[in-house]
């Protein structure tokens, strides 16, 4: 076996783990609150709590997860390590504040975030940004070619999609339809396979009133379909299939997208069609037909190439960096609260 197939079969069957294990115990309410910090004192022994949310925790490990799969692959198409950071650094500081400003235009919420919307933001930028970056660093006389770094970008993001999705799972967000409400061979279909959302604080306790039915598992669906598409495209990338990677997990994350929200019950907007689904369409489409226009690329991938940059303790620094702003970004719950109260264990002393 191949260290390209090693490396391949041991990422997949690592997430394969992972998020089993999310499915199970993730619906369960005390997977919501990671923690609770004291911030303002009410009165002699009470003080105002900002939780802190599972939530974050695990979208930070998907989308430094994500931004890890990207520098992996483009390392191993032979990419220089600089102009691959510079391209994920200007993509994520763009893209990160869209998390919430999109869901704000849409959804009328500012304490809410949307990575599709965010992700759609990214992929129209994706071209310029991959042929300015390219020319930049042919101008130094050195290799970024632009179709290299869009698919390592867009499997990263299918990766980080993916993974995201337990962060949902915890949170109790973009959930299902109940199977009350589905259609005769949707609730056959899912009679023993649903999501059962416990607490009063989950999304869908306070948003639906569902907490407690029986829902689609859409979140669970989303992160198994991802991780299947990022497998295959990864077994194209590392044959050199460039373009076949990029178009393939395009469609698939984004196709399934729209589909997958006739099966939500969350607030996605107004109209039948939402704007998010007309975002992922377009975004789709164009960024298809700039990967079939772009030159291909003539690199051959090798993971023990891409695998070099973890001695680099710069990129591990920059990763931790990384999965500790998402963290404090997206883990800081703005729509919970908490009173704590601290005493002595007189037995323990």
Known sequence: ??????????????VCAYMFWGFRVLPAERWQMLAAVPTT????EHWRGLNLTYYGLFQANANTGGALLYLLLAASAGVPLLWSTIFLTVLLCICAPCARVVAAVIEGKHNTFTIA???????????GLAVA???????????????????SAVLGYALGEGLGRLGCISFGCCYGKTLQ??????RALFR???????????????????????VIPVQAITALLHLVVVIAALIAFYSGQFR???????????????????????????GK????????????????GAALLLPSAPAVAQIQAGLSILRHSSIVIALELLWLAIFLFLGRSRVTASRLRFHIQMDQI
Not at 41 to 44: A, E, M
Not at 133 to 151: D, G, H, I, K
Not at 196 to 210: H, M, N, Q
């Open 1 to 14: 076996m191949t260290a390209n197939a090693i490396f391949i079969s041991g990422l997949g069957f690592g």
């Open 41 to 44: 004192k009410l009165d002699d």
């Open 117 to 127: 919307g965010a992700a759609s933001v990214g992929m129209v930028l994706l071209p």
């Open 133 to 151: 970056v390219e020319r930049v660093a042919l101008s130094r006389s050195e290799s970024a070619p632009a179709a290299v770094l869009m698919t």
């Open 181 to 186: 409400t589905s259609g005769p061979l949707t």
């Open 192 to 214: 023993r396979l649903n999501f059962v959302f416990r607490g009063d604080t989950k999304k869908i306790a306070y948003e639906s009133g569902c907490a407690g039915q029986p």
């Open 244 to 270: 076949l990677a990029l178009v393939t997990t395009l469609l698939t994350t984004q196709v399934w997208r729209v589909v997958s929200e006739f099966w939500r019950a969350d607030h996605r907007g107004g």
């Open 273 to 288: 069609i939402s704007a998010y689904q007309w975002m992922c369409l377009g975004a789709a489409g164009w960024l298809s």
